[in-house]
């Protein structure tokens, strides 16, 4: 999957690369230099000075390839500077990608050479991630109390090679991180971590003898393996006792008191010491266990065990991110949820994500295309009509209501493709970045900009062939009774056809300001939602708990994204709608050249012209497009939490 995706990154710079550094294709204009570059203003004198140097650089090159093919013929073996200096861009391109795929997987390779151990890998029993539906889960309150789950986790952070190799990486991850967030993100690690713990003792409590049986007996045999598997020195040794002194009096095993005194512990006649404060730093050291100080001690002449000093072993309701009841202990917290990971995407998710993409794009465009008709009228003829309203009545009584259906056909097909390619590429780019490319210390540090850069890489991509389908909907638009007519394939044609030197690239001749403006849209739209989402369901965390509540959220993240997405990108859509229509003897025009002249021209407000409109478009389309794309992937079954593992441990003795 790497590799396919990395020839498409190749093939879709490249394309960039042959179209941003053709002067013919782009800078074409009434009045033009000796080599046929556009020639304006001193930005202009600039360019053109790069085109007489890169005609002479290419010249160079031929007269370097004509020789060295003559020495070939002739047998002469001495062409090495000659086959350097035809190396093209494409293949220092392709160079690129290659290494920037292969290195950082060896890199990471070879880190991890001698650490394969992790949570699967556990002493414990057996780790293993299964999907939600699999999880075990228990329908009945839990025997373990919270302080001897959370301690628990704390010991197996200490003791057990697998859970320590998984908390030393994400304290790694956490490492660039502010104080306060490493110890959020910290403490959400640990309390799913404890309650992946407490799920595995529960399932263990209960398997292990009959349900009639009496719970000393079951812990009886959990201290057993404990001893068996972690009983490694009398510092070890002192844990486990002080770990099942932490037990109920009734749930305590009869090894507890033998363990007890075989640790230097002692008898005590009472217990009515005030209970002792561990200090912050214990308390925030979620790997830290109780120091020497605290011994577990037998009561009288009883059976029970208790750790002196004493400790304030409280337990406290608290509303953990998810809104559900979790649980606040000396030794840390215990989560709601066990530990959750997302699955390993395949090319067939990627195929669903790109299905659901495309029927969602599609479905919400066709819905909008009367607005779409209107917002472009607006632009491509300033000042006829006063607003979006009179517009769209306008152009129904003076052209008919069909007229507000202008375009359909490019919108539908380009609107599939961009659905089709966006979605699975923004998370093909943001799963490839985040945990191949990056550290995951960085990609922590810096998940928005990954997030940007992701969603930036995903709309060149979906740029590739909407270029040609929005220059053939704007020109039908613009101009119905040339182009109605023509349809969508017939329009395209016409317009290849009008500069047959260039063939082909006329198509694409918007092609740097529909990138500029996709590029910001596209990252700034996946980011905004992503962190709106956030920030409501941090919020509101009830509207996790049912279908229709959440897809609640994704509309109205997605109608923010929508709104913001075309405030940032707006100039670059009134640039793209001016080269668009100039045609037929005016030229082709770059994304520079084309801001220039319509600053000059019409001033800068008209950047900016029909913002009103685009707002409450790009509002209405992606806040729809995000709602049915989460609509069609929960009917498939990918949605996020079709598509999680949840961690459980199978305790063997």
């Known amino acids: 999957m790497v590799r396919l995706w990395s020839i498409v990154i190749y093939i879709a710079i490249s394309i960039l690369t042959e179209y941003t550094t053709s002067c013919d294709a782009f800078f074409v204009a009434p009045t033009r230099s ?96 299964t999907s939600r539906g699999e999880a075990f889960s228990d329908s009945v309150p839990s025997l373990v109390p919270a302080s001897f789950v959370t301690y628990l986790s704390r010991f197996l952070i200490r003791y057990d090679e697998g859970v320590s190799a998984w908390w030393a990486e994400n304290v790694r991850a956490y490492s660039l991180l502010s104080s306060d967030d490493q110890r959020n993100k910290s403490g959400k690690a640990f309390g799913s971590l404890a309650m ?144 959750k990971r997302q699955v390993e995407y395949t090319p067939d998710i990627y195929t669903l994500f790109g299905v659901c993409g495309a029927a969602g794009c599609a479905l919400t465009h066709t819905t909008v295309i009367p607005l779409d008709v209107v917002k472009t009228r607006m632009q491509t003829n300033p000042g006829e009509y006063d607003n979006i309203v009179d517009g769209a009545l306008s152009i129904a009584r003076d052209e008919g209501p069909m007229a507000l259906a202008l375009g359909a056909q490019a919108t539908i097909a380009g609107y599939l493709w961009y659905g089709l390619s966006v979605y ?82 006329t198509l694409y001749a918007g092609l740097p300001s529909l990138l500029t403006r996709q590029v910001i849209f596209g990252s700034v739209k996946f980011l905004a939602f992503e962190r709106a989402s956030e920030t409501i369901l941090t919020s509101f965390p009830v509207l996790r708990d049912a279908v229709w509540t959440s897809l609640g959220v994704s509309l109205v993240a997605g109608g923010f994204a929508g709104v913001l997405s075309s405030v940032v990108s707006q100039p670059a859509d009134s640039v793209l709608t001016y080269v668009a229509r100039q045609s037929e003897g005016e030229g082709n025009f770059g994304f520079i050249e084309g801001c220039t002249l319509m600053v000059e021209k019409e001033g800068a407000g008209s950047l900016f012209r029909g913002l009103g409109s685009r707002c409450v478009w790009a509002g209405s389309i992606i806040a729809g497009q995000f709602l049915l794309y989460d609509v069609f992937r929960s009917l498939i079954g990918i949605s996020g939490e079709d598509l999680s593992q949840v961690f459980e441990v199978v305790i063997q003795g």
């Not at 002469?76 to 086959?83: L, N, Q, W």
């Open 196 to 339: 992946s713990v407490q799920n595995a003792v529960d399932r263990f409590l209960d398997a292990t003898l009959p349900a009639s049986s009496p719970p000393k007996a079951k812990f009886a045999n959990l201290a057993t393996i404990f001893l068996e598997k972690y009983d490694k020195d009398e510092e070890s040794k002192r844990q486990i006792s002080l770990l099942f002194a932490m037990l109920p009096e009734e749930y305590q095993p009869e090894i507890l008191r033998s363990l007890a005194k075989r640790n230097g512990g002692k008898q005590t006649t009472s217990n009515t010491e005030s209970p002792k404060s561990l200090p912050m730093s214990f308390t925030e050291d979620l790997a830290a266990l109780l120091p020497e100080e605290f011994q577990s001690e037998i009561i009288g002449n009883t059976n029970a065990v208790t750790i002196m000093p004493p400790l304030n072993l409280y337990e406290i309701g608290i509303d953990d991110e998810f809104g559900k009841s979790a649980v606040a202990t000396e030794f840390g917290p215990l989560a709601s949820t066990p530990l």
């Open 424 to 505: 699975p590429s923004y998370t093909f780019f943001k799963t490839f970045i985040g945990k191949t490319l990056l550290s995951p210390e960085i990609a922590m540090l810096h998940v928005n900009d990954v997030a940007l850069v992701s969603g930036a890489l995903a709309a060149v991509i979906a740029s590739l062939l909407l270029t040609p389908l929005e220059a053939a909907r704007i020109r039908t638009v613009a101009d119905p009774d040339t182009y109605r007519s023509l349809g969508l394939f017939g329009t395209l044609g016409v317009i290849a056809n009008e500069n047959p030197s260039n063939g082909l690239k």
């Open 34 to 129: 000796s080599n046929g570059c556009f020639k304006k203003s001193s930005i202009d004198n600039v360019l053109c000075t790069y085109c007489n140097t890169r005609e002479s650089t290419k010249l160079k090159n031929r007269n370097i390839r004509i020789a060295a093919k003559k020495q070939q013929e002739s047998g002469d073996s001495e062409t090495i500077e000659g086959a350097f200096s035809t190396v093209t861009r494409r293949d220092v391109l392709a160079l690129t990608v290659a290494a920037l795929v292969a290195l950082p997987s060896a890199a990471r390779a070879i880190d991890g050479a001698d650490d394969s151990r992790g949570l699967e890998q556990l002493a414990l029993g057996e780790g293993r991630w």
